[in-house]
Nanobody, 120 residues
Framework: QVQLKESGGGLVQAGGSLRLSCAASGSFVSINTMGWYRQVPGKERELVATISRGGTINYADFVKGRFTISRDNAKNTVYLQMNGLKPEDTAVYCC??????????????WGQGTQVSVSS
């Protein structure tokens, strides 16, 4: 099974920047698409950005131009560089990874999340 551990969250002022990291560990053959999602209390979790193993990227419209997702396949790590943060970006940011087990099945793993708070 895969475990995901996020880091890099914190409290910043509007207009500030944060860089989130998510490292995958455990037993797997390969890590496929990785992504970042965020959740605000009382609302459903929403997609922020995803990146495939081959580098295909998708962004939510509300972060395009401000956030950049990247990954290091050798380290099984995905990053999210967040610039121009807004108070409405405040949320728990969770990492997701699709992976193939040693038994050739495809599964998803979720991290515990890291808090991002943006003050105005």
């Amino acid at each position: 099974q895969v475990q995901l551990k996020e880091s890099g969250g914190g409290l910043v002022q509007a207009g500030g920047s944060l860089r989130l990291s998510c490292a995958a560990s455990g037993s797997f053959v390969s890590i496929n698409t990785m992504g970042w999602y965020r959740q605000v209390p009382g609302k459903e979790r929403e997609l922020v950005a995803t990146i495939s193993r081959g580098g295909t990227i998708n962004y939510a419209d509300f972060v395009k131009g401000r956030f950049t997702i990247s990954r290091d396949n050798a380290k099984n790590t995905v990053y999210l560089q967040m610039n121009g943060l807004k108070p409405e970006d405040t949320a728990v940011y969770c990492c997701k990874a699709g992976f193939q087990t040693i038994y050739a099945s495809l599964r998803d793993a979720w991290g515990q999340g890291t808090q991002v708070s943006v003050s105005s």
